[in-house]
């Protein structure tokens, strides 16, 4: 299979040009005007009409959609989440849990982990992202504060760790009792550790980039900033993750999070490297603005362009696309296209450790790639190669 007259958004350039499949992975990239030949049957080539062909994007911060929450824990309803965000453009995603009891999380842990790196329909569910319970109260945001503890029962989350890498993410806050040894053992097990909800200050911090902490959560939402003791400042979370190359910084990108200079100040201070688009689409994406839904027991309705609790007291998850998290790093962040769709794809492979496997349109990678037009309307998508989605 060919895919022909594409503008390819490659990791450094959008050319003309074409892609050629074989075997669910990508076989050859042509930087050439790619028409179809004549010779060749319809079923050969793809004519993409000048539309834009970018690898699949990677949403490693996702917790429902269509009404449907990953902490319910079934087929049905990670088969609702997974078919709506790929008609996004998400082709990778981890499943997101909430701040819940113990046994809750298992739940969810159990329900995966027969589906790891797999498709059901939809984008391919390459984990979880144990979100919680290991969060500050004083940060809790739209998670349930019932269930907020510290990660000092170590018992507890060597539980957790047992499903090995099928845990792709632990959000924690590193100020809480337990943390380091949580951090270090995170990164023993091939998981990504990041600060996110939390309290800490650059005494806590410091200690917990060296035990491994790589990621925060969410940037700028439930996240500590500088504070002033007498004469002196102290940094939080939002300035030590600006401030640190090792940190990659999550970014809800739809310009309610994060308002647009703001957001300006996170891609000048980090570069294109140094952040990743997420979601963190909640059960209320895709539903129409006024519905009321529940995060494990808040309460929370879908707004025009988000989702908030129903108290006014927080936003509450998003009701975010990665393709529209992409067009509002274009036009609301001033990024151009290849930078937005690297942030989307290539930096979240990367720090899964996984960009061999996907994250760019390069020989070799899986063929999981996306189809949209000038006005980011999503045309296709494909999965190793095989067609899942078409307008």
């Known amino acids: 299979m060919q895919f022909v007259n594409a503008r390819l958004i490659l990791p450094d350039e959008i050319v003309r040009g074409s892609v050629t499949i074989r075997d669910g992975c990508i076989h050859k990239v042509s930087k050439s005007a790619g028409k179809s030949s004549p010779k060749k049957s319809p079923t050969d080539a793809i004519d993409l009409k000048g539309g834009f062909l970018a690898p699949?994007?990677?949403?490693?911060?996702?917790?429902?959609?269509?009404?449907?929450?990953?902490?319910?824990?079934?087929?049905?309803?990670?088969?609702?989440?997974?078919?709506?965000?790929?008609?996004?453009?998400?082709?990778?995603?981890?499943?997101?849990?909430?701040?819940?009891?113990?046994?809750?999380?298992?739940?969810?842990?159990?329900?995966?982990?027969?589906?790891?790196?797999?498709?059901?329909?939809g984008a391919r569910i390459i984990g979880v992202h144990v979100e919680g319970p290991y969060i500050s109260p004083l940060r809790a945001g739209a998670q349930n504060p019932k269930f907020v503890r510290p990660p000092s029962n170590s018992a507890e989350w060597r539980e957790l760790l047992?499903?090995?890498?099928?845990?792709?993410?632990?959000?924690?806050?590193?100020?809480?009792?337990?943390?380091?040894?949580?951090?270090?053992?995170?990164?023993?097990?091939?998981?990504?550790?990041?600060g996110g909800h939390t309290d800490a200050n650059h005494e806590h911090l410091i200690p917990a980039l060296k035990a491994g902490l790589n990621h925060a959560t969410h940037t700028f939402n439930q996240m500590s900033t500088i504070t002033k003791r007498g004469p002196y400042r102290w940094a939080g979370m939002i300035e030590f993750s600006l401030a640190h190359d090792e940190i990659l910084c999550e970014l809800i990108c739809d310009g309610q999070h994060v308002p647009p200079i703001i957001m300006k100040m996170l891609f000048n201070a980090k570069g294109r490297d140094g952040v990743c688009l997420v979601t963190d689409a909640s059960s209320g994406a895709g539903l129409p603005a006024g519905t009321k839904f529940a995060l494990y027991g808040m309460a929370a309705r879908t707004t025009a362009h988000t989702a908030e609790l129903v108290?006014?007291?927080?936003?509450?998850?998003?009701?975010?696309?990665?393709?529209?998290?992409?067009?509002?790093?274009?036009?609301?962040?001033?990024?151009?296209?290849?930078?937005?769709?690297?942030?989307?794809?290539?930096?979240?492979?990367?720090?899964?450790?996984?960009?061999?496997?996907?994250?760019?349109?390069?020989?070799?990678?899986r063929a999981d790639l996306v189809w949209f037009d000038e006005k980011f309307h999503v045309r296709g998508v494909w999965l190793d190669g095989d067609v899942r989605f078409l307008a």
């Open 56 to 121: 699949g994007f990677v949403d490693v911060h996702i917790h429902g959609a269509m009404g449907h929450d990953a902490m319910e824990a079934t087929p049905e309803a990670f088969r609702a989440i997974t078919e709506f965000h790929l008609r996004g453009g998400t082709t990778s995603l981890s499943l997101t849990t909430l701040t819940a009891p113990h046994a809750d999380i298992l739940r969810v842990l159990d329900a995966v982990q027969p589906l790891h790196n797999r498709s059901i329909g």
């Open 311 to 365: 108290d006014g007291t927080g936003l509450a998850g998003s009701t975010l696309t990665m393709i529209r998290a992409v067009k509002t790093a274009v036009e609301l962040g001033g990024q151009s296209l290849v930078d937005a769709v690297r942030m989307a794809s290539l930096n979240p492979a990367r720090q899964l450790g996984r960009e061999k496997e996907f994250g760019s349109i390069e020989s070799g990678k």
């Open 162 to 194: 047992r499903y090995g890498k099928l845990i792709t993410q632990m959000t924690i806050a590193p100020e809480e009792k337990g943390a380091l040894a949580l951090i270090r053992a995170l990164r023993r097990n091939g998981t990504i550790a990041s």
